[in-house]
């Protein structure tokens, strides 16, 4: 397997949290895992990205137009990323409400074969009482969707890995609650 | 021992502190600067993992972290000495000197360079410091590459008794990489310090001989480095084909990538260069010969490019073929070849940009993202209390967070660390010459001025200059990433060591007029800036400083939970701007219908500081949270 995510946002969404569940995805399935992230200055306010590939790269970055997967966590952020998708790739956005993408780009990512999937994280991520965990909401929804090439069991027993033991129920929990959403939403 | 070897994903910076922790280093010493911070912490995670004696310790500033590695590799020890780029301007002296006295014990310099340049001041080269202090450098392309160079590094640092400089890029620092961890060498060496005085006290006369046997040790590296295939091999067809590429670092393998994906390596070799001080010299000409033309790619500067002798044949920054500045990302790269390849007609590669796709995003007209103060940041209540008082002083500033005062434009210079203060002393005695006196406000951070502030300031005092000095004290290097500081006096691995407070050192500078204060009081700040700048225009004044303390809020958020100001915004707000124009908090935005200012509830930290700033009274504390009101 050969898979390239990037992973975008701003500062305070766990974007890094979200690297390390695909790094630890990837030494469980036996992949060479590489990968970049954002710090510094960069991080006062400004947009976060990380990069990674799972499975034989030599470079940690992602060139624009190669990426498979693209998670955002923020409407802007998407906009600016979705160049490193390319053409039959798959997109996440975290967006409260899909109908206020801009149309003319949602039909240019349809010419290019480029899955489009929004979701509002961050509401269920309230509705549980765990705002922090819209990450894995996000990441919950794209497994249950079917869309991208990771199992349900292994992404489980990574958070169980991965997770602050105080978080671990609740992370769990917003898991689960993407996974249902992106599972019945699933075409 | 120890452990079982395992694999793991690393920080480029983190496999660096495991190469050091696994060739049984002794002394680590640092100054946090992107994107070289995560190194440290990383060793002093290792360190309590593992159960080493390792010494560790944030330093004052890179000279210092220089000479305090230097002292433990003169004893034997291994010793490794972390900076970012810049860093090593500040270390050059001990650098250059002690490439000619050499070492005993390993010492490895990294130094983190940052193309692009994303976090820093300049883009400079660090591999231009090897050749220039000659000593060897090594370049690596990966995390893995890093981790294993170090471990040669402290090697040949002691076969030749000489300091060996490891250069990550930040693409190496900052990318993360599965690795596979072993077991730390465990040396048991006792501090022994042999005197020599004609080697570690050389008088000029000594120092000829110490160079003629330091141009001597590298040759000697440099016939190792043309053995060498594990940092520089080629890539391809040994044989000759029409375009050879040399390239290095983080280039290399973002090429490696791009040739795998466009299956164009019938027309081109590569040629990986890993130590590009002393260049290897004859392999470079071998390839050369071999190739019609040669493209040589590295960043952010012209090492290798610099070095080749005959370049009839070699394209690069030096032909215009490489871009001189900025990052070297694979875009970059892409074109760089499509054009090459183009040119000598070889390939024509498809672009790879998405221009209709770039059209439209551009349409969107999305707000540029600039960085900015955390909201409730006690930087930005000082910033703002000094623009306020002073409208149109001129305001030296330095390098940390506070640089960030830029977009509350209370800051005008921004040059280097230290220089908050000696531009300030500058300022003023070029004014002063033509009889001219203008309010002078300088910013520096408290690890700013732990780092370079007291020469600077004892010079000021000593040469009669008058400026007001604010020290934004918030008991952190918070850019960096929370490395303590000598005021907090807790050291790198957490021990407590000794406090030296501000003031004392403030005083010992010779300034007669300090006073302190928490910046969240901005009308009475206002009143001390004032008092500040009568004491400047005395006949037996001088330089005041006021030191403005108040804790980072992200290192304690505990601190400001203690003294919760929620405010709300009543009808008053005309939507005159002024708040966000003047104060620029991240929490204060203008409401949909750009009449007036709302709050971003998710941002406000209820610091309360802005109630102070609405020139109309229209901020105010809400009912429920008053009785809690500090002021």
Not at chain 2, 368 to 374: A, D, E, I, K, N
Request: glycine fraction near 8%; charged fraction near 25%.
């Amino acid at each position: 397997m050969k898979t390239q995510i990037i992973l975008a946002g701003v500062g305070g969404q766990g974007i890094l949290f979200a690297s390390k569940i695909f790094s630890e995805l990837g030494l469980k399935l036996g992949l060479n895992v590489m990968g970049s992230e954002t710090h510094g200055m960069s991080q006062r306010g400004d947009s976060v990205i990380a990069h990674l590939k799972l499975g034989n790269f030599h470079s940690p970055i992602i060139r624009t137009g190669a990426a498979d997967i693209l998670y955002s966590f923020e409407e802007k952020e998407a906009y600016r990323t979705l160049g490193f998708l390319r053409s039959g790739g798959v997109c996440f956005v975290n967006l409260e409400d899909a109908g206020r993408f801009d149309n003319k780009i949602l039909n240019h990512l349809r010419e290019k074969k480029i899955l489009f999937r929004a979701f509002d994280a961050n509401g269920e991520a309230s509705k549980i009482g765990f705002v922090r965990a819209a990450n894995i909401v996000l990441i919950g929804y794209s497994v249950g969707s079917g869309l991208v090439p990771f199992k349900r069991d292994d992404m489980i027993s990574v958070l169980e890995m991965v997770s602050r033991k105080e978080d671990l129920e609740m992370n769990m929990k917003a898991f689960e609650v993407g996974v249902r959403h992106g599972s019945t939403e699933r075409i | 021992m120890i452990q079982e070897e395992e694999t793991r994903v690393l920080l480029g910076n983190v496999a660096i502190a495991r190469g050091i922790v696994e060739s049984g280093c002794h002394v680590v010493t640092s100054y946090p600067g992107t994107p070289s911070s995560e190194i440290i912490p990383a060793v002093v995670e290792y360190k309590k993992e593992l159960g080493l004696k390792t010494y560790i310790e944030w330093s004052s500033n890179e000279k210092v972290a220089f000479d305090n590695a230097l002292a433990a590799s003169l004893t034997g020890k291994r010793a490794a000495v972390a900076m970012k780029q810049v860093g090593l301007n500040v270390a050059s002296d001990s650098l250059m000197s002690s490439a000619y006295t050499g070492v005993i014990g390993g010492l490895v310099i990294i130094s983190c360079d940052d193309p692009g340049p994303h976090s820093s001041q300049t883009e400079q080269d660090s591999r231009f410091y090897a050749m220039f202090a000659k000593i060897p450098v090594y370049d690596p392309s990966t995390p893995q590459e890093a981790k294993d160079m170090v471990k040669e590094a402290f090697e040949l640092s002691e076969e030749f008794q000489i300091p060996v400089l490891l250069r990550p890029t930040i693409r190496v620092s900052h990318a993360k990489q599965s690795i596979e961890l072993l077991p730390p060498l465990e040396l048991d060496r006792l501090a022994n310090f042999e005197k020599d005085p004609e080697r570690w006290a050389a008088t000029p006369c000594y120092r000829l001989i110490l160079h003629t046997k330091l141009n001597k040790i590298l040759q000697g590296i440099q016939e190792r480095f043309e053995k060498d295939t594990r940092w520089n091999y080629e890539v391809g067809s040994t044989g000759g084909a029409s375009l050879g590429i040399i390239t290095c670092s983080a280039s290399f393998v973002a090429l490696m990538d791009i040739f795998e994906e466009l299956d164009v390596k019938d027309v081109g070799n590569i040629l990986k260069i890993g130590t590009p001080y002393p260049l290897p010299q004859k392999k470079i000409r071998d390839f050369i010969e071999r190739h019609e033309k040669v493209l040589v790619i590295e960043e952010p500067d012209t090492v290798i490019e610099t070095q080749i002798i005959d370049k009839s044949k070699v394209l690069g920054r030096l032909t215009e073929h490489v871009p001189l500045q900025g990052e070297l990302t694979p875009e970059v790269l892409y074109d760089i070849l499509a054009k090459v390849l183009g040119e000598l007609g070889l390939a024509q590669l498809k672009p790879i940009s998405d221009p209709k796709l770039d059209k439209l995003i551009g349409d969107l007209d999305l707000p540029v993202r600039r960085p900015t103060l955390c909201a409730g940041c006690p930087e930005r209540a000082a910033f703002f209390a000094i623009r306020k008082t002073f409208p149109k002083a001129i305001y030296p500033s330095d390098i940390g967070c506070y640089t960030l005062g830029l977009n509350l434009k209370a800051v005008d210079t921004v040059i280097d660390m230290g220089a908050g203060i000696t531009l300030a002393s500058g300022f003023y005695q070029a004014f002063h010459q033509d009889d001219k006196d203008i309010p002078i406000i300088a910013t520096m951070g408290d690890s700013t001025f732990y780092h370079s502030g007291t020469a600077s300031l004892l010079n000021a005092v000593y040469n009669n200059a008058r400026f007001i000095l604010v020290i934004l004290d918030n008991e952190i290097t918070a850019m960096t990433g929370m490395q303590p500081t000598p005021g907090l006096g807790i050291t790198a691995d957490g021990s407590q060591g000794r406090k030296i407070p501000l003031e004392e050192l403030v005083k010992g500078c010779g300034i007669k007029w300090i006073r302190t204060i928490d910046p969240y009081e901005v009308n009475n700040l206002i009143k001390l800036l004032k008092e500040a700048r009568k004491y400047t225009q005395k006949s037996d004044g001088g330089i005041s400083v006021i030191i403005a303390r108040h804790p980072c809020l992200i290192q304690y958020p505990d601190v400001c939970q203690e003294h919760l100001v929620e405010v709300d915004i009543n009808e008053d707000c005309n939507g005159c701007m002024y708040c966000i124009d003047f104060f620029e908090c991240p929490a204060l935005r203008p409401n949909e219908k750009e009449d007036g200012v709302e709050i971003d509830r998710m941002l406000c930290i209820d610091c309360g500081v802005c109630v102070d700033v609405c020139p109309r009274g229209a901020i105010l504390p809400t009912e429920r949270r008053k009785d809690t009101h500090i002021r």
